[in-house]
């Protein structure tokens, strides 16, 4: 969502015409203002394209380290059905 992963896919700026600048999508996807990206400009956009949104890693984690430890945590159900 945030940002293109390299694809091609541009994201324009809401109220302005021009594309989002590699802090606004890094913003985008959670990352603070001191995250320090390296590399080319085409690099660091394709490393935040390609980034699981921060929060939503934490809570896929902690799920999982829950399951683990058989340790109860509120979920939703799949609202797939399953042959």
Same mark, same amino acid.
């Given at each position: 969502? +945030? ?7 541009? $994201? ?31 690099? *660091? ?9 921060s929060?939503?890693?934490?809570? $896929?984690f902690? +799920? $999982?380290?829950?399951?683990? +430890?058989? *340790? ?7 609202? *797939?059905?399953?042959?």
């Amino acid at each position: 969502m +945030a940002g293109s992963g390299g694809g091609g896919t541009h $994201i324009c700026h809401y109220a302005q015409p021009r594309a989002l600048t590699n802090r606004e999508r890094a913003r985008l996807q959670t990352f603070k203002d001191t995250y320090e990206f390296m590399g080319s400009k085409e690099s *660091v956009r394709k490393q935040i394209g390609m980034a699981v949104h921060s929060q939503r890693a934490k809570v $896929i984690f902690e +799920a $999982i380290l829950k399951t683990f +430890a058989l *340790v109860d945590y509120e979920s939703v159900p799949c609202n *797939v059905e399953v042959m």
